[in-house]
């Protein structure tokens, strides 16, 4: 996606159905909501992505960003949420009753509040699952970039002999059914990171109630010497000590990428990070504060700097 190199941005990460906290970041940001859109006279906004699910206000969420977008005050990229509800609604085959994503317990719980909320507005659930298709995976400015999860070099190249602009369709969602197809590892690496299992077929309950048998690792090591796993751990969970401790096998180590400090600007949401909004490298910024769960709503507010500062971040202490 070509975006105006001129132009400065303000990149705000996974809102998760917070609307009125992403109303109070708006207007810290100096953005004022005019002929029902919220705009700033020289800036955009760009989402990464995670707008839905969890959250008490996810209509009014989609409702406020997809206006920016349509009216050219913001954009946004596809979070792995946004990939869900798109798995969830798109048969394996036309006309069949079975899905990319199973309609299980587990999914339809992740997806519950969604459900819940789009009950009496399934007309609007439609328009915005048709959106959500729209949405690029990545977008590459040059000098900056953004995905939801990890930048794959890789991935990206295949990707963009497809779709040039990081937009999908709906054959590559069914495509993404089958395991290890590209459509599947772009899902998995782009939009949820590098996820390394446990080790002796061990799971961890995390703060979201959900048991998992991985974990959420730094995709961003250049140096990948005597790892262990404590070393690339990446979520609010930590690992037991004596897993912590425990090397990190070869085969491992390769999974993870080397977005090395060299390489352009790059905003990430996903992780779930906690405390004071912060820097992991001078070219690098994670922007996902765990504000549904009552971290902060957080966003970098992007001028034309070449290296990232630390005193750029806004916030907001989310509450609903």
């Known amino acids: 996606m070509w975006l105006d190199p001129a132009r400065n941005y303000d990149l705000i990460g996974d809102v998760h159905g917070c609307a009125r906290s992403l109303e109070r970041l708006l207007a810290l940001l100096g953005y004022s909501k005019r002929a029902g859109v919220w705009q700033h006279p020289?800036?955009?906004?760009?989402?990464?992505?995670?707008?839905?699910?969890?959250?008490?206000?996810?209509?009014?969420?989609?409702?406020?960003?997809?206006?920016?977008v349509e009216a050219g005050h913001a954009h946004c990229i596809m979070g792995n949420h946004e990939y869900y509800a798109l798995a969830w609604n798109t048969p394996l085959q036309e006309g069949g009753d079975e899905?990319?994503?199973?309609?299980?317990?587990?999914?339809?719980?992740l997806q519950r509040e969604t459900i819940e909320q789009f009950a009496e507005h399934p007309y609007d659930w439609g328009d915005f699952n048709e959106w959500f298709l729209q949405l690029p995976l990545?977008?590459?400015?040059?000098?900056?970039?953004?995905?939801?999860?990890?930048w794959d070099e890789r991935l990206i190249q295949n990707?963009?002999?497809?779709?040039?602009?990081?937009r999908?369709?709906?054959?590559?969602?069914?495509q993404s059914a089958i395991s290890g197809s590209l459509a599947d590892q772009t899902f998995n690496r782009l939009l949820r990171g590098v996820n390394l299992p446990l080790p002796y077929?061990?799971?961890?309950?995390?703060?979201?109630?959900?048991?998992?048998?991985?974990?959420?690792?730094?995709?961003w090591h250049d140096d990948h010497s005597a790892l262990t796993y404590g070393d690339v751990v990446f979520q609010p969970d930590a690992l037991p000590e004596h897993i912590a401790q425990k090397p990190l096998p070869a085969q491992y180590l390769r999974q993870i990428n080397n977005y090395d400090a060299q390489q352009p600007l790059l905003f990430v949401g996903h992780y779930w990070r906690q405390g004071q909004p912060s820097l992991i490298r001078s070219n690098l910024a994670c922007l996902d504060?765990?504000?549904v769960n009552g971290g902060k709503l957080v966003a970098y507010r992007l001028g034309q700097e070449e290296r990232l500062l630390a005193d750029h971040f806004v916030w907001v202490d989310a509450q609903e």
Do not use: W
């Open 42 to 68: 020289q800036r955009q906004a760009l989402f990464l992505g995670d707008l839905i699910d969890r959250g008490p206000h996810i209509r009014e969420t989609l409702l406020l960003v997809h206006a920016m």
């Open 99 to 109: 899905y990319v994503r199973a309609h299980n317990k587990r999914h339809a719980r």
């Open 138 to 150: 990545f977008i590459d400015a040059e000098r900056f970039r953004a995905v939801h999860a990890c």
């Open 159 to 166: 990707l963009r002999t497809r779709f040039v602009d990081g």
């Open 168 to 174: 999908i369709d709906s054959e590559f969602i069914r």
């Open 201 to 219: 077929g061990m799971s961890q309950i995390g703060q979201d109630g959900y048991r998992r048998s991985s974990f959420r690792t730094k995709f």
């Open 289 to 291: 504060y765990s504000a």
